[in-house]
């Protein structure tokens, strides 16, 4: 039986998976053990938006044929390049709001205690029942099992496709969206050198921090004189940034300290420089700055 077209799409997939969760499934011993395993598991699983309630959201997976599926601690997500959305917007801005909210997502299950390492590609995708096969699942799950840190990593493919888009002209250098989510990094292999770019999260939840702290606050601002209300905000919103930095160094120092190896461990002081190169930029406060023991 010859394949159906309308079970085969082009688009992005991303793979993710939750860091060292799988030493925690094999060392689980205890109920409690796999109690905290799963409650982990459910919490990246409604970050990335798995079999959402919300009539909002489940409207934009439809419009923009967005598939999420989940694997123990993995999860799957699949955006088309032809849809509702990328007819009316093209498909430039809908993939890279979908990569700036995995950016989100990452960065709230940091602060969680969940650092992510993930990969993401360009290419078909055919899906029916429980067949799965795609080339950029494939291409997806190979670049995170070569990404060496804690990060989204995007394939060479889906790089070029976003960077030579043709609708990336009617941004401004200012606000250029493709250089203002990506970091790039590189290291030597064991194989060669190996080089990428990745979801620049820190930045994208640095720059998207509310001024707001409490509801009493913002009623103090909404019902003070117009020459304080710049005032409050500006102060909320730098404790918002300190909060969430000092929040997400605790996390990463907390994972350092438990990691059982080296390798491991270093994962987590290359994500502290990250996050220690990133921070200054935002808030002058040393408690946002990530301190590690290391040998």
Known sequence: MPTSLKNLSVGITAFLDIL?????????????????????????????????????VKEVHAGSKKTVLAFSDSVVVNVALTSKMTKLQGTFDPIMSELSGMAFAQ????????????????????????????????????????????????TGRLYDFLSGHRDRRFYSKDIEPVDSLLRHYSYDGPRGKVSFWYLDYITVIAESVDWI??????????????????????????????????EHA??????????????????????????????????????????LVRP
Request: net charge positive.
């Open 20 to 56: 060292g969760c799988g030493d925690r499934i094999l060392n689980a011993q205890t109920t409690a053990d796999i109690d905290a395993v799963v409650t982990d598991i459910r919490t990246i699983q409604k970050d990335f938006e798995f079999r959402p309630k919300d009539k909002h």
């Open 107 to 154: 960065g709230r299950c940091a602060t969680n205690g969940l650092f992510l390492r993930g990969g993401v590609d360009l290419g078909w995708w055919y899906r029916t029942g429980t067949i799965l096969a795609s080339e950029s699942l494939v291409g997806a799950y190979k670049t995170e099992g070569t990404a060496s840190v804690p990060v989204i990593a995007l």
């Open 213 to 246: 702290t409490s509801a009493e606050q913002r009623q103090s601002c909404l019902a003070a004189p117009p020459e304080r209300r710049d005032h409050i905000r500006e102060l909320g919103y730098r404790r918002n940034l300190r909060d969430w930095f000092k």
């Open 250 to 291: 605790r996390q990463i120092m907390l994972a350092h300290g438990r990691a059982k190896n080296e390798s491991v461990k270093h994962k987590y002081e290359w994500l502290a420089d990250y996050h220690n190169e990133i921070a200054p930029r935002f808030t002058p406060s040393p408690l946002a700055l990530c301190t």
